[in-house]
């Protein structure tokens, strides 16, 4: 876990107010692995919203690649890898949650992105602990919903309804890449497994902030929903259990010498069904000054130019998320460095 500074925003007529309580609001931001909450925090943290917004970024693995991804707060971000805030470092978190409630300059807003293989109600539960009463207040759980890849890996179908069950705003993300037939059939498929959820699409997690922000006090009795029956989709994928080895597992590579960016798609496109997910940087033959950020959920594969190294040391680090056994460690630095 990283020390850090609390990110100052500069106020503006567009500050939004929270009214007379002196609790501190709590957002957190969960979905299935590569739904867009990144792309969402930092919407947020960008946001002419004239907040001091504290950032805690959860990664499962040891590499924790989402806390890079976070834009101009390189140096003032809580990193909380190698585990899961909903079950193996959820002590971490408390110690998180009262080191940030202990600065002087305490934040006006905190924000959580948790790993995408949390089970949100068991986060939940932390930030209404008895000992943070009258300190912070859950404001609002917000689940993404990648609108392509919903009813993709269906024996995580579980996992997924649990993030939409406890959630209180559901925002489907990627609208943009589907037809509106297949956006409808995912609003057929919500509205027949929950009676009532609010909700609104998104390209990029483009959200007004009037929507993300300062939404009301988060309804206790949303932790007592019923998850909707899923075993049309698949065996019990068991993600509500305490420990998630059982579920997912994470492969992580690093390498200093630089890897060319055809042998490393040809690579992607070679990775089995069962991995999910895969993100990271990669220091390139092709592009050695600049890194390059990999993002690839599913089928979808995205490489892109993200920025100078700087003061960073060159260097790969890849994560990947998906079944256990689906990749070990050799054979994922082999196949990426097999032909660089």
């Known amino acids: 876990m990283t020390s850090s500074r609390i990110a100052r925003r500069r106020r503006s007529n567009g500050m939004i107010e929270f ?26 943290l960008t946001g002419n919203h004239g907040l001091r917004v504290a950032v805690l970024v959860n990664d499962f693995g040891s590499i924790n690649v989402d806390a890079d991804l976070v834009v101009g707060l390189e140096d003032d971000v809580m990193s909380l890898a190698n585990g899961c805030v909903c079950c193996s470092i ?27 293989v949390s089970d949100p109600s068991s986060i939940a539960m932390t930030f209404t602990d008895q000992k943070f009463r009258d300190m912070i207040r859950l404001d609002s ?25 406890f959630s209180d705003m559901v925002i ?22 929950f009676r009532r959820y609010r909700l609104v699409e998104a390209v990029n997690a483009d959200v007004p902030l009037d929507i993300l922000l300062s939404v009301g006090r988060f ?35 690093k390498a200093e010498s630089p890897i060319s960016l055809s042998s490393l798609r040809s690579a992607i496109r070679k990775l089995p069904g069962d991995v999910y997910r895969l993100k990271g940087f990669v220091f390139s033959e092709e592009d050695p000054d600049h890194r390059i950020l990999v993002q690839v959920v599913g089928k979808r594969m995205d490489i892109a130019r993200d920025g100078a190294w700087g003061h960073r040391k060159p260097e790969t680090r890849l994560v990947a998320i998906g079944a256990p056994g689906a990749l070990s460690d050799y054979e994922l630095s082999d196949a990426l460095l097999a032909s660089a």
């Open 219 to 253: 309804a206790a009795e949303q932790l007592e929903t019923e998850v909707p029956d899923h075993h049309e989709h698949g065996a019990d994928c068991g993600c509500h259990h305490s420990d998630h080895s059982d579920s997912f597992s994470t492969t992580m590579m």
């Open 172 to 193: 489907l993300n990627k609208v943009d890449l589907v037809d509106r037939a297949a956006v409808q059939r995912v609003h057929d498929w919500l509205g027949s497994r």
């Open 141 to 165: 759980l917000m689940c993404l919903v990648d609108a392509e890849q919903l009813f993709s890996a269906p024996e995580q179908m579980e996992l997924k309804l649990r993030q939409i069950a």
């Open 19 to 44: 009214g007379s309580s002196s609790a501190i609001p709590v957002t957190i931001l969960t979905g299935f692995l590569g739904a867009g909450k990144t792309t969402l925090l930092n919407r947020i």
């Open 90 to 116: 959820r002590d971490d978190l408390i110690e998180t949650v009262e080191a940030v409630l202990a600065r002087p300059e305490k934040p006006e807003y905190i924000v959580l992105e948790a790993s995408g």
